[in-house]
DNA sequence: AATGAATGAGTCTTCATTCAT
DNA sequence: AATGAATGAAGACTCATTCAT
């Protein structure tokens, strides 16, 4: 069994990877995951090409490590509101602006990638169980999670198009929309 | 001035064209967009790597073509059913399973492409006014479409869900998700 | 023996090459050799790229017959000229600066292509000819021609500086220049 | 911010940079510009195609720096000659011999690309100046360089004629034009 | 005589990744 | 831990040219 390495050392790499997170989340958020290279990732971060690879097996490793990240953030924001339904949408919506293009990549690689597409739903299901502690009249049933389910999907796909422009060019107002989703979130309500 | 071709010519052509369109769909549904490459497409369809290039201009163009094709194709299976709810939303849903590939990569070219976008913001509006034909009391109002799009957002995104399996990872099964769909619908109304 | 073909026909032929030859001029002068292709040629004159080839053998052959239109031109611009030899020269120089592109890569297919090159010494033997009956006392000895050719090559030179902007990036106005090929003239009239 | 590399390293790429260099010029000498691709310019140096990239941007980066050296090279030449004026000529005569196809190419290029063009002026500029060193009567004046540019370029188009054999091809030897060059020097100083 | 369709053989360029240090 | 150098394997796109009609 190799010897767990110095402290110092191991603070240190941890450092370097958060540092590469940093660089390739803001990479993915802003010209996209598929426009950018794990050569530029490193340089961003203020290091070599191949330091990347010391830090991460491949692209899709640090794609999975921003996206973990992201989940983290968009929870933090969640939570430091307060309970009124309106105020989580827009937050919600917010985040999703900020992120469209890195989310829009998530749901790509996630079609041919199983790995993405295992975290995510592992993801929603945390998100399900998040969403219960926030609104209980939505918590799911033991083995029918349809409600929530139905509405998290609802709301990311509204919010994207919100923050896409292609709600407003089929002229559906931001407004409106939210409307519909808490209207929706009422009906749904036990 | 050449003089206009012989009709023969013309159709071989466009018989070629549309068999690299054939080739190309097959190949976005199957292997993504990002997964080949128009050698590849070209080939498939029974061509050299040039001839690809005498009818569209890039990978972009014919992916376009593929996308116009594809949204005649649902059109035509959307017409061919009768007016009953559920029976529309498992035709739709019948073909976003057959071609969840292409819709994602549609997505995350919308997100870069300019000119995909334009093109599916076209479609969205077209969709909202054959739907008002389908459905009249989910007609648009003459400025405020949000009825029509947030339904079929919502339609869209339930149906990416179920078809590629993150409904069922999260214990949400699809007949309850199409029970919430139609029960929006009722709810929406006039 | 074939028949010979028809006059009409081959009236017609003739006026083809000839658009082509127009065509292809045009485009050597404008874009340059290494900037077009046959297809375009053939397109611009307005003719399908397989007519190309049926009255050139190759992109090569019709810069050859270009390039024999081309001295052709200049000749007759020459002898429309009277003697005055500082007239001569400006006729050369509006000359030389249409025709830059052309001259510069008729020069660099001089270097690789045999045929070129061969074409090339052929005009400029003739062209010694006929300085020497525009301007008598420069004609060349039986078997030493160095006198013309020096001079031809200068103002050759010289004029592509002044066309190309080369001189007066360089601080040499055309004015002074001509006046140094005049004097040239002059000490080595015999 | 990573340290500086170490000069061993350093070295190398160096190393590298100057044997993609000389396996350019010598590509561009022998075959020409046109006839090269990056790809075997990286073989012939002994590194892979995206070796290449690494260190020039495109195809005619390199051109550029082969011609930087090629110009370096004719100055040291030029150098090592004692003033005698004869062997000044037949030393850039020699020189222009070896890179006759070379010097073709870079014509052609400067009449397309204006980068290679400006940085032609800018070494004509120099070349002004280092000539007004060897020969101070032949040094240009104020703002009328009209003399050395004058000679320079006659040197240059005669040096090319007869390296490419067409002085040759029309009666004009070597030794007469030589001659004449030597006139025309004599002529031009103050 | 003219042409529409088709193509083989490139050519430039990119990028995830490795290796010696 | 970090890196500079190097790369194999593509992939988008071009062009002179041919052939059946």
Redesign the pocket.
Same mark, same amino acid.
């Given at each position: 069994m190799p010897a767990a390495?110095p402290t110092k050392?191991r603070a240190?790499?941890e450092a370097?990877q958060e540092k590469l997170v940093t660089a390739a989340a803001e990479e993915f958020r802003t010209v996209g995951y598929f426009n /950018?290279?794990?050569?530029k990732i490193a340089v961003h971060a203020g290091?070599?090409?191949? /330091?990347?690879?010391?830090?991460f097996e491949?692209?899709l490793a640090i794609f999975l490590a921003a996206y973990e990240a992201w989940v983290a953030e968009e929870w933090r924001a969640l939570e430091a509101t307060d309970d009124d339904t309106e105020t989580l949408i827009r937050t919600v919506l917010t985040h999703h602006k900020k992120h469209l293009l890195f989310r829009t990549d998530l749901r790509a690689l996630a079609a041919t990638e199983p790995e993405v597409k295992r975290y995510q739903n592992k993801l929603r299901r945390e998100q399900v169980k998040r969403l219960a502690v926030l609104a209980p009249d939505l918590a799911p049933d033991e083995d029918d999670w349809s409600v929530p389910v139905f509405l998290l999907l609802t709301m990311e796909r509204v919010s994207d198009a919100i923050a896409d422009g292609s709600a407003r060019a089929s002229h559906a107002s931001e407004a409106k929309l939210i409307a519909h989703i808490i209207k929706l979130i009422d009906s749904l309500r036990h």
């Open positions: 390495p050392q240190k790499s370097t /950018t290279d794990t050569n290091y070599a090409p191949a /330091t990347f690879y010391k830090h491949n692209k």
